[in-house]
């Protein structure tokens, strides 16, 4: 296991430093990393690299940095899919016996389903904030960094 932790760390450092090189901006880079960190820990494992994709190209942001952070954050995308499904069941409980009457549907299916849009609530309301940290931390540690350089 740490064998796979230090070869994503090494890749990830690559694209960071040809990042770097090819002109990344600390803002660009800091909007790629919180944009990673989003997508990365979504509770949901199949729209992530579309949304990725979708994002960086939108922002002009470099597709393999957004892509491969979001590709290491994947374990942890699988490790908070649970606690973000607990907090959204805390936060915005179903009312027993009720049921969004789906005809023909399995109920074990429509449970699924309501599990699976609170982990998507609470991962809304903790991530866009969380997102919105890290941009800010990555670019003041970031123009901190330039400016040390500079003088």
């Given at each position: 296991?740490?064998?796979?932790?230090?070869?994503?760390?090494?890749?990830?450092?690559?694209?960071?430093?040809?990042?770097?090189?090819?002109?990344?901006?600390?803002?660009?880079?800091?909007?790629?990393?919180?944009?990673?960190?989003?997508?990365?820990?979504?509770?949901?494992?199949?729209?992530?690299?579309?949304?990725?994709?979708?994002?960086?190209?939108?922002?002009?942001?470099?597709?393999?940095?957004?892509?491969?952070?979001?590709?290491?954050?994947?374990?942890?995308?699988?490790?908070l899919a649970v606690p973000f499904q607990q907090l959204?069941?805390?936060?915005?409980?179903?009312?027993?016996?009720?049921?969004?009457?789906?005809?023909?549907?399995?109920?074990?299916?429509?449970?699924?389903?309501?599990?699976?849009?609170?982990?998507?609530?609470?991962?809304?309301?903790?991530?866009?904030?969380?997102?919105?940290?890290?941009?800010?931390?990555?670019?003041?540690?970031?123009?901190?960094?330039?400016?040390?350089?500079?003088?």
């Amino acid at each position: 296991m740490r064998a796979y932790f230090i070869r994503q760390y090494n890749r990830l450092k690559k694209i960071i430093l040809d990042s770097l090189k090819a002109g990344l901006t600390p803002h660009r880079l800091a909007l790629a990393f919180a944009l990673s960190v989003l997508w990365g820990t979504m509770p949901m494992l199949g729209p992530v690299t579309g949304l990725s994709l979708i994002s960086s190209w939108t922002f002009r942001l470099s597709i393999p940095l957004v892509l491969g952070v979001t590709y290491l954050l994947t374990p942890l995308q699988v490790l908070l899919a649970v606690p973000f499904q607990q907090l959204g069941a805390w936060w915005f409980p179903v009312a027993s016996g009720s049921s969004a009457n789906h005809s023909g549907m399995v109920p074990w299916l429509e449970q699924a389903g309501t599990w699976q849009i609170q982990a998507l609530e609470a991962w809304v309301i903790v991530m866009l904030p969380a997102a919105g940290f890290i941009y800010l931390i990555i670019l003041v540690v970031l123009r901190y960094r330039n400016q040390k350089q500079k003088n």
